[in-house]
């Protein structure tokens, strides 16, 4: 028995080994917080040592809003720094960059005070690539790893990583504008800068990836991270690192809801489930019950019950002890209506029950000859027993 129960949580331990299986969480959120293998909680806690003198504030709204008076951390995207000592970084780290027209002219205008722009995207919307006059093309070598290696400052080193690949590249770029900063395994640029700053400093990556936990975390790579700091002007003061092109339904002004009903399709289907759901609870707000069924008129099962024994002997021919029980229930019922009990059938009764019961002389007299006949009597026959019943049933009747 201990043997078998051996064999049996054994066999049930390994079924369970691949469930304890520990796997990789491929959710990408470059979230600052998330500390997940595609997070960005790496880099975003090391700002504050690659740029010991700037102040780090997040944005969590629409550039849109700016100047809307609620939004103060905000002014340095309309203002730059009020310094001569140094700027600010935008720092976007976000699977796509689609902002809209309004949103896209607050991020230039702060390029434009003398700032810095670093965005690290895998998409670029039409407002950047528009004006940048850009083509971004998307690419997944296929492989289980990513490969980038940085040419300006001049790094010999390629960094790596075993995770995911997918990223963008920069084609047909003009080298008169731009300069190129990294590249990825096939050579193709995956990170840019404009060689013209007189409207801001713009630094384009196109392989979000690189700066996630997983990557920057991996062996040496954080190294890249710091190569890449150094694109940048040492005596920023401030860093506004982006938490609002990360989101879904991020447009300005708007809320999940309004984004889910935005499409035709979705609202009618919307509107067809509230539909189901209100028809439902209107069928089902009424009480379920089953029809109640008529019940029978109560009858008087003691009047039944005599009129089956009464049948019963009638059948069986047993006159002589039925007319005893006929005349011991005529006893009864002269008992409990007039008072009387008549130990025999006398002329005293006779006056008595004529007396009590109101009846004619006549009438009483004739039933108590026919009482009398039939107690005298040893063989009845069926003819003087109907007789007698229907003279009780008469007298008693005509009572009521």
């Known amino acids: 028995m201990k043997k078998l129960l051996t064999i049996v949580l054994s066999c049930c331990l390994f079924a369970c080994l691949p469930a304890c299986k520990k796997t990789l969480n491929r959710n990408i959120t470059l979230n600052k917080i998330d500390k997940n293998p595609y997070g960005a909680w790496y880099a975003y806690e090391q ?37 001569d000592s140094g700027k600010a970084i935008y720092m976007v780290i976000a699977p796509d960059f689609d902002p809209g027209p309004d949103e896209w002219e607050k991020v230039a205008a702060f390029a434009d005070a003398g700032n810095s722009v670093w965005i690290s995207a895998g998409y670029f919307g039409v407002q950047l690539t528009d004006s940048f006059k850009l083509q971004v093309s998307s690419i997944d070598s296929g492989e289980a790893s990513l490969r980038t290696q940085l040419l300006s400052p001049a790094d010999t080193n390629s960094y790596t990583y ?25 050579g193709k640029p995956v990170m840019i800068a404009q060689r013209d700053t007189s409207h801001g400093h713009w630094v384009l990556q196109s392989n979000p990836l690189t700066m996630s936990n997983f990557f920057l975390l991996h062996q040496q790579n954080k190294k890249y991270y710091d190569q890449v700091a150094l694109f940048f002007p040492e005596n920023t003061d401030a860093i506004i690192w982006d938490d609002y092109y990360r989101r879904p339904f991020r447009q300005s002004g708007h809320n999940q809801w309004q984004a889910m009903t935005s499409s035709a399709p979705l609202r009618w ?12 609870i209107i069928s089902e707000i009424k009480r379920r019950q089953r029809s109640i069924p008529e019940l029978d008129p109560l009858t008087n099962s003691s009047v039944d019950f005599v009129k089956t024994v009464g049948r019963l002997y009638f059948n069986r021919h047993d006159n002589a002890d039925l007319s005893i029980k006929m005349l011991a229930q005529f006893k009864e019922q002269v008992k409990l209506r007039y008072g009387l009990q008549p130990a025999e059938w006398s002329v005293v009764f006779e006056q008595a029950l004529v007396y009590k019961s109101g ?14 006949q039939v107690d005298a009597l040893q063989t009845i026959s069926d003819a003087d027993l109907l007789a007698l019943n229907q003279s009780i049933d008469q007298f008693f009747k005509n009572d009521n």
């Open 269 to 280: 289907s919307i509107a067809l489930a509230l539909l189901a759901v209100a028809l439902y």
């Open 359 to 372: 009846k004619p002389a006549v009438e009483v007299s004739h039933l108590l000859a026919q009482v009398r």
């Open 47 to 83: 700002l504050d040592w690659i740029f010991p003198l700037a102040t780090v504030l997040v944005n969590t709204e629409s550039p849109a809003l700016i100047n809307n008076g609620n939004w103060p951390q905000l002014d340095y995207l309309v203002d730059g720094i009020k310094s």
């Open 162 to 186: 075993p995770g995911l690949s997918e990223h963008s590249y920069f084609r047909a770029l003009d080298t008169t504008k731009w300069q190129t900063l990294a590249v990825d395994g096939n």
